[in-house]
């Protein structure tokens, strides 16, 4: 085990996959662990909740701009794959120098339970999944590493002796017959060295040396098959044990009471049904989703409550049951996320059902002074939310429907805030559970250490749907069509214009009120044959016009013309 110089390089291969096959039984594990206390506390998903807690504004932004909705997806891949290289590494170790290999993994461990333990909603049993999963890899390891090299564990001093023993009985031989390979070989004693020439004019050290490595291919493959397997079942077992904890079954019991003031019915012209222009109303399965849960939050409406505290003269705590009986209000509001760069996708508009949270918040009695309310999901995200804002009037809601369905899942149930005007990381927090009132120079939301403002009113913008930027389109009479949005100011106007000639107005359609995006279209541009740029720009109901000027989302909301480039044939 210490003469290292005498070891073949070879098998490179088998180690590395042997390293990879014990990964997967640590995270197999890991999961089946993390399925029986808290699926969060999955390696994978605590370390991917941690970078995302750890990313900086800047690369949050382009992660969202390059992958989109799949910036999740894309995160625990990466984390996946990073891993697996690690874990490769660390069984190219095992072969020589399996001190080191425990070593790395008790790292890897380590990693794995420090960011479990330092999630937000973290028990104590949270380190279990990592601890119990690297433990479950180091055995792992040992067994695939006896199973390939059969030789090695029986230790290099027996081999020796067994050697120089094997040599003192067998009489001196002229056979120069090639053996056969040492590949495969069941034991020491069957095995002869490679090469011609018989065994016994070789250095005993030297044939121990490659008998200490003899490598045992078969014992190799049947061991990754049943790592393979124990990770398999490890990770589904897992994965069917956090199901247990879905509230789809909650969510599809909830009966969603009348509104006690229904929404005003859509305007006639609210939506110009042009093919490819985002309807006006988005449906809940097209609407985009941004938030930093790598695990969707199971939050039962049964045990749901929402503390409003601090400064307030009378706490208040409510349990869904005392929501529901809440007079309930409808709205139309359009949702923007601050990300969105200019022409971007992530906005989208619905129908709201919920209590009024300013209602709410005058019954615990705000104070005097306080001008936030830090709102708190259920893991631990927090969102920071002016309080004039919230008490002006606008339909800012505790929401508990979508479109006429109950939340969905991923859109926050049982209940998500819904505040007209703002970006949604400064109002639109999902599974809701807390509102601290308190004042922004003594608490501080989420994202505004990471670099995004405190305060986010929503920017006008408009944004043009078709023709589609860098599409081909027949040349003639072409709509160009899209939306635009100043949120609880309203839009006024909406200018084309094409390959920098003179704006002109496109037709707007009706909205129910300010807080929704509205459509537009120009019908009559003539499309010539060749490319074509054509740029939109929005005034909002203040009379203030879009700013030229790009600037990127962060660090409060990205401005400048949206414009498309296209080819006409
Ligand atoms: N709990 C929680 N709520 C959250 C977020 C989050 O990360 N966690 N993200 C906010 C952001 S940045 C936006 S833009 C909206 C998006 O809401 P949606 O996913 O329903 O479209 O949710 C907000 N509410
Ligand atoms: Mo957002």
Redesign the pocket.
């Known amino acids: 085990m210490n003469d290292n110089k005498t070891r073949p390089r070879g098998q490179a291969w088998a180690a590395a996959l042997i390293g990879v096959v014990a990964g997967a039984v640590a995270l197999g594990i890991g999961q089946l662990v993390a399925g029986l206390i808290d699926p969060k506390a999955s390696p994978v998903i605590a370390v991917g909740d941690a970078a995302v807690d750890r990313t900086p504004a800047a690369l949050k932004e382009w992660a969202i701009s390059t992958f989109g909705a799949n910036d999740k997806l894309v995160l625990i891949s990466g984390i996946v794959v990073v891993l697996a290289l690690i874990a490769a590494g660390i069984g190219l170790l095992a072969r020589d120098r399996m001190g080191f290999a425990m070593a790395g993994l008790a790292v890897l461990g380590l990693v794995g339970v420090l960011a479990a333990m330092t999630r937000p909603d973290s028990g104590p049993l949270s380190v279990l999944p990592s601890a119990l999963g690297v433990a479950a890899g180091a055995w792992a390891l040992r067994i695939l590493a006896r199973r390939a090299w059969p030789a090695v564990e029986r230790g290099y001093e027996d081999l020796r002796a067994h050697l120089e023993a094997e040599d003192e009985a067998r009489p001196p031989a002229g056979d120069d017959s090639v053996p056969a390979a040492a590949d495969g070989a069941a034991s020491a004693a069957e095995a002869a060295p490679a090469g011609g020439g018989g065994a016994v004019d070789r250095p005993v050290v030297m044939r121990a040396g490659a008998e200490l490595y003899a490598f045992d291919r078969r014992g190799l493959l049947t061991g990754v098959v049943a790592g393979v397997a124990i990770a398999g079942a490890g990770g589904l077992a897992g994965r069917g044990l956090a199901g247990r904890l879905d509230v789809d079954t909650e969510r599809a019991q909830v009966l969603l009471p009348r509104p006690a003031k229904p929404a005003t019915p859509l305007p006639a012209g609210v939506d110009l049904r042009l093919k490819d222009l985002s309807p006006f109303t988005t449906p809940n399965r097209d ?7 790598l695990v969707v939050p199971q939050v039962d409406p049964k045990t749901w409550t929402l503390k409003i505290h601090g400064m307030v003269d009378k706490p208040v705590e409510l349990t869904f049951a005392d929501l529901l009986k809440r007079p309930l209000m409808e709205a139309d509001v359009t ?5 969105n760069d200019v022409g971007g996708p ?1 906005i ?1 508009n619905a129908r709201w059902l919920g209590a009024r949270l300013a209602d709410v918040l005058r019954e615990a009695g705000i104070q005097a002074g306080a001008d936030m309310l830090l709102s708190t ?1 259920s ?1 631990g ?1 927090t ?1 920071g939310t002016p309080v004039d804002i919230v008490m002006d009037g606008r339909d800012a809601l505790l929401a508990i429907a979508m479109n006429g369905e109950v939340l969905p899942v ?3 149930f049982p209940v ?1 805030q819904v505040v007209p005007g703002l ?3 400064v109002s ?4 809701v559970t807390d509102i601290k009132v308190t004042r922004y120079d003594q608490d501080e939301a989420y994202w505004t250490p990471r670099g995004w403002a405190a305060k986010g009113p929503i920017k006008t913008e408009s944004r043009i749907d078709l023709p589609r930027g860098g599409s081909t389109i027949p040349a003639g009479r072409t709509a160009i069509a899209g939306v635009a949005w100043a949120q609880h100011r309203g839009i006024d106007a909406v200018e084309v214009r094409i390959d920098k000639g003179a704006w002109q107005r496109a037709r707007l359609a009706e909205v129910p009120g300010p807080d929704t995006w509205r459509q537009w279209v120009l019908d009559g541009w003539q499309a010539t044959p060749g490319r074509h740029t054509i740029e939109v720009r929005a005034t909002d109901a203040t009379g203030q016009t879009q700013t030229a000027d790009y600037a990127p989302p962060a660090p409060d909301g990205a401005t400048g013309w949206h414009s498309v480039l296209v080819v006409v044939k």
Do not use: E, Q
């Not at 949702?335 to 990300?339: A, F, G, I, K, R």
């Not at 639109?428 to 599974?431: G, L, S």
């Open positions: 609407f985009y989703r941004v938030d930093t849960a949702l923007t996320c601050v990300s992530y989208g999901s893991d995200w969102c991923s859109h926050g998500r970006y949604g990381y639109a927090t999902k599974w």
